[in-house]
């Protein structure tokens, strides 16, 4: 009578895997000099003798190696180390291999925890030696009297661990093969950060946007995402409560994690900027983002930029896009007062395309240009400001305000010539 067959157990499983990967890696120190454009890593892989000393050592080197003996498999001597059951050489990467009952694709992935758990790991280690020797009592290098002072164990040191219990917060968010170039920086993440951040850790792509969001403090963390959800918000026209929350309202994950490399991208100067001026910083983003989107964030380089774009009517902005944090304050509250917001955005498209780009920004920059701006605001009452049907502007309309436009350019000039006499 033959034993009913059971399926294999989870230890058995994982025993499978590390012979049939530590086989691969044999047989890939061996022969990797004779593989076409692996020559330069034939003398690097020498000084290892299994997988996790790369997956500790090099994280990036992980998916090449891989990458090689999935690449060889059909030829000696790796033919034969990726069989399925049939006995035949796996054609896809989503096939089960005999010996460890697991797809290729699983593999990469199952590496890609352990290079993670490894890194935590070696950095939690160091950081241990350095603050050991920090904290250590200087009695204790005297002879005799080291034993009176014994090092501060590591388990009262890990209570001040910005990355205690980092891997396995960062674990459930582990989800593509690319993020073995992210190892290093995700692994630099205080675990208070990952668990804020949720969801939107499995969509970040730069290691220089987790590197800066690693070093932010609680306080300036929060303002971020607060600026994050701001752009998000006014890019989508979607309510955003609580970004970071998980489930129920719409996926934001992606747009919050190229949100945040985008703007933390902009470069220290900004980040200093948005923490210490934080609602202008939200206003100005609420109404220049749906403009320049993520071409939005260098406008913004001081806290007068901030509040000239925030303070500028919505349908200017749209119709300035950067500029509008050269507008005046005295030229945008003129302008403001344009009840009609598609005849402002037309007519202000309308003068600046009709005139050269720097005489333009003088025009919006100075406030001496005030009295041009008021004539200009009282034609557009007079000839296109009068009530219409919803919709887009009719042609009689354009060519109202193109009129307008022709009178005011005349306007500005005329005043600018006693202006440049007594200059």
């Known amino acids: 009578m033959s034993k009913p067959q059971t399926t294999p157990g989870p230890e058995r499983r994982r025993t499978a895997l590390r012979s049939q990967v530590q086989a691969w890696f044999e047989t890939l120190r061996a022969h990797i000099g004779d593989i076409e454009g692996a020559e330069g890593l034939a003398k690097r892989i020498q000084g290892w003798s299994k997988p996790e000393d790369v997956m500790r050592a090099y994280p990036v080197l992980v998916p090449l190696f891989l990458d090689i003996v999935w690449r060889s498999r059909k030829t000696d001597p790796f033919i034969g180390l990726l069989r399925t059951e049939a006995g035949d050489v796996a054609e896809k990467t989503t096939d089960i291999l005999a010996m460890s009952q697991k797809p290729f694709d699983d593999i990469v992935m199952a590496h890609l925890f352990g290079t993670a758990r490894l890194t935590c790991e070696r950095l939690q280690k160091d950081w241990v030696a350095k603050e050991r020797e920090k904290r250590r009592n200087p009695l204790s290098r005297v002879p005799l009297l080291g034993a009176l002072f014994p090092p501060p164990k590591t388990e009262s040191l890990l209570t001040d661990y910005p990355q205690k219990g980092l891997y396995e917060a960062l674990k459930p968010h582990l ?10 920086a995700l692994a630099t993440l205080p675990t208070r950060t990952v668990a804020a951040l949720g ?16 070093e932010l403090n609680k306080s300036d963390f929060k303002i971020v995402m607060e600026m994050a959800e ?14 970071l929350a998980q489930g129920g309202g719409p996926d934001l994950t992606v747009p919050l994690a190229q949100t ?57 902005v749209g119709a300035l896009q950067a500029l509008s944090a050269e507008m005046h304050q005295r030229v945008s509250m003129l302008l403001s007062e344009i009840e009609d917001s598609d005849v402002a955005a037309f007519a202000i498209r309308t003068l600046r395309d009709t005139v050269d780009a720097g005489l333009f920004l003088s025009w919006i920059s100075d406030e001496a240009h005030i009295s041009a701006w008021k004539q200009f605001i009282a034609h557009l009452r007079k000839d296109a400001g009068g009530p219409r049907a919803a919709g887009a502007l009719t042609q009689p309309i354009k060519t109202a305000i193109k009129a307008v436009c022709e009178r005011s350019v005349r306007v500005f000039a005329e005043m600018a010539e006693p202006m440049g006499q007594a200059a």
């Open 175 to 184: 989800n593509r093969r690319g993020q073995f170039a992210l190892i290093e």
């Open 260 to 316: 945040l490399t985008h703007m933390l991208g902009a470069g220290p100067a900004f980040l200093a900027l948005a923490l210490g001026n934080r609602q202008l910083t939200k206003d100005a983003i609420v109404k220049i983002a749906p403009v320049m989107k993520e071409g939005c964030w260098p406008v913004f380089t001081d806290a007068e930029a901030l509040r000239r774009v925030a303070e500028c009517p919505l349908a200017i």
């Open 230 to 243: 701001a752009y998000v918000l006014s890019l989508n026209g979607m309510p955003v409560e609580g970004a």
């Open 199 to 214: 969801a939107i850790v499995g969509a970040l792509e730069s290691p220089t946007t987790i590197r800066a969001l690693g």
